[in-house]
């Protein structure tokens, strides 16, 4: 006996799109989610599908989902039975999707939690006044990417932290073996970098855009995952609609196919990929982070020189030349929160990644009907140039300039 | 197993050494890329793009997106996903992208090599953190 995952091979949404031209406030979530029950039930793959497993069950199949109301949106049911009757029930549905489930193990993480109190100062917030964000406050600037969501990828978030309260919209974790993403409840760091991360996006004090919510997908729990955890947890940020923008740093070192076509389709989905490109230094970076289609982030330092660990070069792929990072932002010497509360200051082109994304949330905050490509020439086309190589700077130093 | 080069031409060093080094019943887990050879992934999207401002919020846009993408999807690679579940491979991913984790025997992860939908495999490998520097002594205290 195995439990399967057993489910229409088409999705309602490939048929539905008349559902999406219509405004989902809650006051019509109720009817819509009857509209697509109600076409669920009427499906005939989906009625095939549960008459067959109604009466195999004196051959052993047995139902373990019990939220029928679940079951009847993705039309997706948990079923235990002999691996015979899952083979006989793909033969008899050829429309259906019948998987096997496998169970996961369990990557442990690893804790380093600081009990100290600190409190952060005007002079540590350095990277603020590089891309502009401390003038233009000053000036009256009052953007702070309200309405945008970013989802993170990393080892989590410590919500409790007084930069973060309030900030953090959900934390999820990611199970290949049953490829679905878990609430994780409360939201936690598994490791500490996922907390300075966050800090730098939405933080009260060091963060760029503090309207932001950040959703936090723990796709390396401890600072370990596999490119399996990667394609499912870009596959769950991609498909939430209210995500509009994907930080990570994280990452395979050298150049990695298997995950551009994936990092491709979020922008088919309206999403922004902003990674890191490495702390590797000269002509080494890793995938996903040296990919044409993400916005590729390296590092600079506070003399606004690009950082001798910052990955970049030039890469060939499909016959195209391009140069990593598109962009650099301040990524050493950078204060944020950490795990437990207080600030440290680290380096890294993981610091510069958020800050980039950032600047991305306040310039969906001014334009919110910018697409994703437009996105992306806005924040190349107002860099700083810092009259380095373009395989060290990219376009330069990133500034808030569009978002004003 | 014996690989051939038709089959070292579509995989990745690490799953070519595994797939060499297997009995053919081992469970292998693979990253695969379905669709035909040589797709400029960028062009693909450019061409295809639907503006926000025909939506009644953010939200409903990036549905569509999504919706459009899941049904290109089942035309796209609908064959090749159904070529490797009759191999007995268990597939999981590929909902807005031609990208999916395919796990079972060696035997059968060589054998979908042969599917011309099959575009690229590679075996699943650890994805590390890029790791910072962190220095506790910058730290700002009280």
């Known amino acids: 006996m195995s439990i399967y995952i057993v489910r229409p091979r088409e999705t309602l949404a490939a048929r539905s799109i008349v559902l999406i031209s219509r405004k989902f406030t809650s006051a019509s979530r109720q009817s819509q989610i009857e509209e697509v029950s109600s076409l669920r039930m009427e499906d005939p793959v989906d009625q095939g599908i549960r008459r067959w497993l109604s009466d195999s069950q004196s051959r052993g199949v047995i139902h373990i989902s019990k939220k ?91 919500p409790s932290h007084p930069e973060l309260e309030g900030k953090i919209a959900g934390a999820y974790t990611f199970d290949v073996n049953q490829w679905e993403a878990q609430p994780m409840t409360p939201s936690q760091d598994t490791e500490g970098h996922g907390t300075h991360v966050a800090g730098l996006i939405c933080g009260n004090k060091v963060g760029v855009a503090p309207g932001v ?48 076509e994936v990092v491709a389709d979020l922008l088919t989905v309206g999403v922004l990929p902003v990674f890191a490109t490495g702390n590797e230094g000269r002509n080494r970076t890793r995938s996903p982070g040296n990919y044409n289609e993400v916005v590729s982030v390296g590092a600079i330092n506070r003399k606004n020189r690009v950082a001798s660990f910052s990955s970049g070069g030039t890469l060939i792929a499909d016959n195209h030349q391009y140069v990593v990072p598109d962009l650099v932002a301040p990524g050493v010497d950078v204060y944020s929160s950490v795990m437990g509360g207080g600030y440290e200051a680290w380096d890294g082109t993981s610091m510069a990644t958020p800050i980039v994304s950032g600047i991305a949330a306040l310039i969906l905050e001014k334009y919110p009907d910018i697409s994703v490509t437009d996105l992306i020439d806005e924040l190349l086309s107002t860099c700083k140039d810092l009259r380095q190589h373009e395989d060290r700077q990219g376009k330069g130093l990133v500034q808030i300039k569009a978002a004003r | ?108 992860i060589l054998a979908s090599l042969e599917l011309s939908g099959v575009r690229h495999a590679s075996l699943d490998q650890p994805i590390g953190l890029i790791e910072p520097r962190r220095r506790g002594d910058k730290r700002s205290k009280k």
């Open chain 1, 213 to 260: 919510k950040v959703l936090s997908g723990v796709m390396i729990p401890g600072g370990y995952g596999n490119l399996s955890d990667f394609i499912l947890a870009l596959e769950w940020a991609g498909t939430q609609p209210e995500v509009k923008i994907v930080c990570m740093s994280a990452g395979i070192r050298g150049y990695l196919p298997e995950m551009r």
């Open chain 2, 1 to 108: 197993m014996k690989l051939e080069e038709r089959h070292i031409k579509k995989i990745d060093p690490l799953l070519r050494d595994a797939l060499r080094d297997a009995k053919g019943d081992e469970v292998l887990r693979a990253v695969m890329v379905l669709g035909p050879q040589g797709i400029d992934a960028r062009k693909e999207y450019r061409g295809q793009e639907l503006a926000s401002s025909q939506f009644p919020s953010h939200e409903a846009y990036r549905k569509a997106l999504i919706e459009r993408r899941q049904s290109e999807l089942v035309h796209d690679t609908g064959e090749t996903r159904q070529a490797l579940e009759d191999l007995s491979l268990t597939l999981r991913g590929g909902k807005i992208s031609k990208t999916v984790v395919v796990e079972g025997s060696a035997r059968q």
């Open chain 1, 68 to 158: 029928k109301s679940y079951t009847k949106i993705t039309g997706t049911t948990i079923v235990e039975m002999p691996d015979e009757e899952a083979e006989r029930l793909r033969r008899d549905f050829p429309d259906a999707l019948v998987l096997r489930d496998q169970q996961i193990e369990l990557i442990r993480p690893r804790r380093s939690i600081s009990s100290a109190k600190h409190k952060i100062k005007a002079p540590d917030l350095w990277h603020l006044r590089a891309i502009g964000i401390e003038a233009a406050r000053k000036n009256g600037y009052k953007g702070s990417g309200r309405d945008v969501t970013i989802a993170e990828l990393d080892t989590g978030v410590d």
